[in-house]
């Protein structure tokens, strides 16, 4: 078992900038692939990012390339997610999730483990 916990969400406004945190404990954390994806209020979750056990290898959806930068801290169990130039469409619930495949994964049915989510709001 993995047990995630989110951690930075909040209100900001456009332009600006947040950096959420995932707490992982349980198994060992080093050799899961992590990933975050998001809701936004009456749509599917979707993904956003995903990093590899060594970080060499990461993905992220095409609408948060270049200001979005997923990281991992093994030592600290933690997994990042650095939002720059937020936009009201980032506004969502971002979930931290946690696979026990090998490979980087983009798909939602991927992941074994989720964290409850934090609220992420971006006003215009």
């Known amino acids: 078992q993995v047990q995630l916990v989110e951690s930075g969400g909040g209100l900001v406004q456009a332009g600006g900038s947040l950096r959420l945190s995932c707490a992982a404990s349980?198994?060992?954390?080093?050799?899961?692939?992590m990933g975050w994806f998001r809701q936004a209020p009456g749509k599917e979750r979707e993904f956003v990012a995903a990093?590899?056990?060594?970080?060499?290898?990461?993905y992220y959806a095409d609408s948060v390339k270049g200001r979005f930068t997923i990281s991992r801290d093994n030592a600290k169990n933690t997994v990042y997610l650095q939002m720059n130039s937020l936009k009201p469409e980032d506004t969502a619930v971002y979930y931290c999730?946690?696979?026990?495949?090998?490979?980087?994964?983009?798909?939602?049915?991927?992941?074994?483990?989720w964290g409850q989510g934090t609220q992420v709001s971006v006003s215009s």
């Open positions: 999730a946690a696979t026990i495949l090998k490979q980087v994964a983009e798909r939602r049915d991927d992941y074994n483990y």
């Open positions: 349980g198994r060992t954390f080093s050799r899961n692939v």
């Open positions: 990093i590899s056990w060594s970080g060499g290898i990461i």
